[in-house]
């Protein structure tokens, strides 16, 4: 029985094999054998926090950050809820300061944004790249097809639990705030993860690490830094409508100009024509809100800086970009309000509606 077991066990290893071998020449395959690498190495060169913490060659700043990291993984466990498992309990020192592009592209004459299929997270909006110039190709490519595109770095990413992700290099190199918000932010992944609603994941992960960091600068007595954590928390809200504001616009101008059907492919001189109304009023309200974000809403920012606001680009994909992460904030501050402004609470409340619902996750904070 056991000879028979083993014999079983080397022809599915040999299929496994023939399998991976498979995958590895097609596009999909080489892209995610190429984000398992990288993953591997980030896996492999982790070190415990506690260690480099207790380490006397480790400058004060740094401890102090790390310290942070552990401090605000706690809270997220005790204070919100999240899983953590071992997460942010260990540290990896990336070669470079930029841990991956993230690629987003939309048609210029509709707000259609292109699309990618992952095994277990689904289709998104967005492509990260650890290869840079890989990452390039595929914008020149989009942008070929006629897509507006925006290609951007992160400086963190969630394996959504399936590994104990370390906190990066990139990511302690940014400010407290950024820290206590991005582990909060991630941890949430971790506690609800609706496959292929990107915006709604994301989104939700948003307001949870911008309104946990909130809370947990409080429950350390920092007024300062609570303080801190609102006004950020606000200049994204604010940002949040502009981003609104220009999707209804555009939105609009599109459905009031319609592709005709009459079965013509899309060089027909009629679609034709109808392509360049779309664009010519898709820039009129671009430069309209151009205008209203500089006149505005920059002046009314405290933690961003406004001339930098003022200039931020404006087109279909880093509309649609900005979008991910910034859908329905005001609803969820709402749904905060209503919970008696507990973070907690109301995540709580979001993942039950979402777990019983089969529609759109984003009913469940209304």
Do not use: C
């Not at 599915?12 to 097609?26: D, R």
């Not at 071992?86 to 592009?101: G, N, W």
């Amino acid at each position: 029985m056991r000879r028979r077991f083993g014999w079983i066990g080397l022809v599915l290893l040999g299929l496994v094999g023939l399998t991976a071998v498979a995958a590895v020449v097609t596009p999909m395959g080489r892209y995610i054998a190429r984000g398992a690498w990288e993953e591997g190495k980030i896996l492999m060169r982790r070190r415990s926090i506690d260690r480099i913490i207790s380490d006397s060659a480790t400058p004060p700043a740094t401890r102090a950050k790390l310290e942070l990291v552990l401090a605000a993984r706690q809270f997220a466990v005790d204070s919100l809820g999240l899983p953590a498992k071992k997460a942010f309990t260990k540290f990896t020192q990336l070669d470079h300061d930029t841990l991956v592009l993230v690629l987003s592209g939309t048609r210029r004459d509709a707000l259609v944004p292109a699309t990618w299929w992952f095994p277990v997270v689904g289709r998104v909006p967005y492509k990260g790249f650890f290869d840079f110039e890989a990452a390039k190709r595929a914008e020149r490519a989009l942008a070929s097809d006629g897509f507006d595109t925006y290609l951007r770095p992160a400086p963190a990413f969630s394996t959504l639990g399936w590994f104990n992700d370390p906190l990066l290099s990139t990511t302690l190199a940014t400010d407290s705030l950024f820290i206590v918000q991005t582990v909060i932010h991630e941890l949430t992944h971790n506690r609800i993860y609706v496959n292929g609603e990107a915006v709604f994941n994301e989104s939700l992960a948003e307001f949870v690490g911008n309104r946990g960091a909130v809370e947990f600068f409080r429950s350390l007595g920092d007024t300062a830094g609570a303080r801190r954590a609102e006004a950020r928390w606000a200049d994204d809200l604010l940002l949040g409508t502009v981003w609104e504001r220009g999707y209804r616009e555009i939105d609009s101008v599109f459905r009031a100009r319609p592709y005709p059907d009459d079965g013509r492919d899309d060089a027909s001189p009629a679609h034709t024509a109808v392509r360049t109304l779309r664009l010519a009023a898709r820039d009129t309200v671009y430069a309209r809100l151009r205008l209203f974000l500089a006149d505005t809403v920059a002046p009314r920012l405290v933690t961003i800086d406004r001339e930098s606001a003022a200039r931020l680009r404006l087109d279909n994909a880093a509309l649609l970009a900005r979008r991910i992460y910034a859908t329905g904030l005001g609803d969820f501050e709402a749904a905060w309000e209503r919970d008696g402004r507990s973070v907690r609470a109301t995540l709580d409340r979001i993942t039950d509606a979402v777990a019983k619902s089969r529609g759109d996750p984003f009913a469940a904070i209304r």
